[in-house]
Each structure stands twice: as C-alpha cells, then as structure tokens.
C-alpha cells in the first residue's frame, strides 16, 4: 500500500509533485493505511520544511502498476 502526497513548493506553490510513500510491502487494508497517514504525513513534512502537502491518498501497489 502506498501514500501518494501531492507537495508544494511553499515558495512556489503551483510548483508541486507527486510524491510516494510505501507504507507496506503486504497489501494492507486502506482503512489501515488511512488511519495511519496522518502520522506519516507529518514526518515527510518534517523532513521537506520547503514542501506543503496539498493532499493525499492510499493506493495500492498493484493498481498503480495497473496504470
């Protein structure tokens, strides 16, 4: 299961990316990943001071291989 975060440059906002967190390597439940997003999301953004997080979502692995 995968985080995707949509980021921005706090400085630029129109400047954005999406960005990939792996939260499992297992197929996890989404209402898993939901409720677990809030916390991850707060230490990506720890990490980028630059970047603001616009939105997110789960997603699992295979439906973006899917693509």
């Known amino acids: 299961m995968e985080l ?3 980021s921005c440059l706090i400085g630029a906002p129109a400047d ?3 960005e990939r967190l792996l939260v ?3 197929a996890i439940a989404p209402m898993a990943c939901l409720s677990g997003a809030p916390a ?4 990506w953004a720890e ?3 630059d970047r603001a997080v ?3 979502r789960c997603e699992s692995a295979d439906r973006r291989a899917r693509r």
């Open 40 to 43: 991850a999301i707060a230490e």
């Open 47 to 49: 990490e980028h001071a």
């Open 16 to 18: 954005c990316r999406e």
């Open 4 to 6: 995707v975060l949509v």
């Open 54 to 56: 616009a939105r997110w």
């Open 24 to 26: 499992s390597a297992s």
